[in-house]
């Protein structure tokens, strides 16, 4: 009991720390000194896993990071060999695991390999299964605003049975997600999409546990605006559907299962960041709104659930990733203990130009992050963990 709650307390103080974002620690929550009993024996640390020139890639992008259930951590991100711009590039998907909590890395894996300009893959997304079974989610071919059905932007799903070791050949699922052969009539008004790197989700409350999802941009023909749809399977990963719309003017997006069962949407905008709830397990949408709290650049970011009142802890706590600016910088945490209704409290990641970042929750339920770095303008993979104690004032 004594471990929970300071466990409670020290993330809770998320905001204690942000040189640029203060906000005043919680009346009740005692300091480091008042809580001898709480022993914690990890400490901060951070990895670079791939720095320009690296592997003869000039440059590494699109962070994807996702603990598995033996407690191993696995990451994907974006080889980008000769530029740091998205598809049509030639760009290269490459996996890699840790089995000691993040401080060593396993040599890449190639899990999609590119063989030129339109012959690429990139933005990896990863969920893992109840069967066990991985599923990573991503897209090749043609770029995002250049997509048609003739020349499309195309979508792929790929699995790995032995923990991300190995991986099976891509599987394409463009044509059910979109076009004139898609499933849901709607998308047959669209001309690309592309799942939304880092995680997904598996519910795991309700009528729909084992359901896995992805949030997807969508983008409609004779425009250059997307909306959000959420790509969903019942089977493991064998075949799949799509919601209705999940928001008008989306783009890249995340979701989070709440403890009362809806589904929370949060999509990338420029300004406000957008969000949108869901009862019936992802497959319709609510009413849109914005979290005026979160006012960041259109960037993407991910979404972490660390404390769950349903699940024997004792306050419910929600973590989103993003810039917190309007610039492509300060990549920070912010904190919710409401379930998203608001977000109040915010810890700095990385102070300096930074974009994408994923998140895990990790055996020693330590924070993992994911996050990519570009101090000196080349992008680069860094991994970091954030211990509980390391957030706990003087």
């Known amino acids: 009991m004594k471990r929970t709650l300071s466990l ?26 008042d809580n001898p009993a709480f022993v914690d024996t990890a400490t901060f640390f951070e990895v670079r896993l791939y720095a320009p020139g690296d592997y003869g890639s000039s440059n590494w992008r699109i962070p994807a990071l996702l603990c598995l259930e ?14 740091e711009s998205d598809l049509p590039e030639d760009i290269d998907l490459v996996a890699s695991r840790s089995i000691d909590g993040g401080r060593t890395w396993s040599e ?22 109840e069967n066990g079974d991985i599923i990573c989610a991503f897209a090749g071919g043609n770029g995002y605003f250049a997509s048609s059905e003739v020349d499309p932007i195309r979508t792929y799903v790929c699995r790995s049975t032995d923990g991300g070791r190995t991986w099976g050949e891509p599987l394409e699922v463009t044509s059910q997600l979109w076009g004139s052969q898609a499933t849901n009539s709607v998308c047959k008004n669209y001309r690309g999409c592309f799942f939304s790197s880092g995680n997904g989700l598996r519910l795991r409350r309700g009528n729909h546990a084992g359901r896995v999802m992805f949030a997807v941009p969508m983008l409609r023909n004779g425009e250059n605006v997307s909306d959000n749809f959420v790509v969903y399977s019942d089977d493991n990963g064998h075949t799949w559907n799509v919601s209705f719309r999940a928001y008008k003017g ?32 992802g ?7 914005r979290w005026n709290e979160m006012t960041t650049n259109a960037c993407n970011g991910d979404m972490l659930r660390v404390m769950a009142i349903d699940q024997g802890d004792s306050i419910d706590l929600l973590l989103h990733s993003l810039p917190n600016s309007m610039q492509r910088e300060n990549v920070s945490l912010f904190a919710s203990r409401d379930e998203g209704a608001s977000w109040q ?50």
């Not at 497959?283 to 709104?289: A, I, K, P, Y």
């Open 70 to 83: 033996d407690g191993s951590l696995l990451s994907v991100c974006d080889k980008r060999k000769y530029n």
């Open 345 to 394: 409290h915010v810890k700095t990641l990385f102070e300096g130009p930074s974009v994408y970042s994923s998140l895990t929750l990790m055996p020693n339920r330590c924070v993992g992050v994911l996050l990519e770095k570009n101090p000196d303008g080349a992008c680069e993979i860094w991994f970091q963990q954030w211990p509980v104690r390391e957030l706990l004032p003087e």
């Open 108 to 129: 890449p894996v190639t899990l999609a390999q590119g063989t030129g300009r339109k012959h690429g893959y990139g933005d990896a997304a990863l969920v893992q299964c």
């Open 8 to 33: 409670v307390l020290c993330i809770l103080l998320l905001s204690s720390s942000c040189k640029k974002n203060e906000s005043k620690p919680l009346a009740e929550t005692p300091s480091a000194a």
């Open 283 to 289: 497959e319709r949408w609510g009413q849109q709104g």
């Open 250 to 281: 989306g783009d890249e997006a995340k979701l989070m299962e709440l403890t009362d069962g809806r589904l929370l949407l949060s999509t990338r905008q420029n300004g406000a960041r957008g969000y949108n709830i869901s009862t019936d397990g």
